[in-house]
Nanobody, 124 residues
């Protein structure tokens, strides 16, 4: 079974950029739908973005639309989240999750496989 693994988090000033990567071990990420979620202290886990198995369908949370871009390179078994114009309210632990389904989903309950998360901190 696929085991996602995130990388690329860190500390950045407001207005800056980061790129998160989600690779996988134990399975092929390219045959799964992948979602990026985030969870800030005291808040519920929320969808950031999701991309279908073939990369043709993407969805974004309203709060990140126009600033974040999800993409995938199935030849590298990796999904990316490019985050631009970051804001302090983007500060959270970001998780990569996958599901063996062709369609995207915004619900964390639909994703069976989760990474450990990577911290993104945006300073004002």
């Amino acid at each position: 079974q696929v085991q996602p693994r995130e990388s690329g988090g860190g500390l950045v000033q407001a207005g800056g950029s980061l790129r998160l990567s989600c690779a996988a071990s134990g399975g092929t990420l390219s045959i799964t739908t992948v979602g990026w979620f985030r969870q800030a202290p005291g808040k519920e886990r929320e969808i950031v973005s999701s991309i279908s198995r073939n990369g043709e369908t993407t969805i974004y949370a309203g709060s990140v639309k126009g600033r974040f871009t999800i993409s995938r390179d199935n030849t590298k078994n990796t999904v990316y989240l490019q985050m631009n114009r970051l804001k302090p309210e983007d500060t959270a632990v970001y998780y990569c999750a996958s599901r063996y389904h062709a369609r995207t989903s915004i619900s964390p309950r639909d994703y069976a496989y989760w990474g450990q998360g990577t911290q993104v901190t945006v300073s004002s």
